[in-house]
């Protein structure tokens, strides 16, 4: 089931340009950088209250937040929603006729599992699932 809104994520090119940006914009400065090296993307996260707002930048030319900006420029990537049971949530949405862009849950950033579903099932919105890793033996080896 998705308990909440998780997260926006937004592509930028430069996450020192677009910290100094967001942080006038919210008036705070970002709680945390983060790299995740598989998915070729450095991150940086801002809350205000209890919405987080997740900038993503491009590490390389073939990562997939590259291939976004290139086709779509700068802008909101996807939106992300909480749940409680990925696994379950994920073999749900497959059951309901969602195609999922990866059978099993990935490590993301912020001590997340992670699964997208494609943009073309959703209204061409990118949809990621988002479940906080509690302890060692739920994390999923990437």
Known sequence: MLTNVEHIGIAVKSIL?????????????????????????NTSFFKINQTKIELLEATNPDSPIAKFIEKKGEGIHHIAFEVNNIVAEMERLKNEGFTLLNETPKQGADNKL?????????????????????????????
């Open 17 to 41: 340009d677009s910290d100094s940006l967001f942080s006038a914009l919210f008036n705070v400065p970002p709680y945390k950088h983060e790299l995740v090296e598989k998915e070729g993307v």
């Open 114 to 142: 992670v699964c997208f579903l494609h943009p073309k099932g959703t209204n061409g919105v990118l949809i990621e699932l988002c479940q906080e890793v509690m302890s060692e033996k739920l994390k999923v080896k990437s």
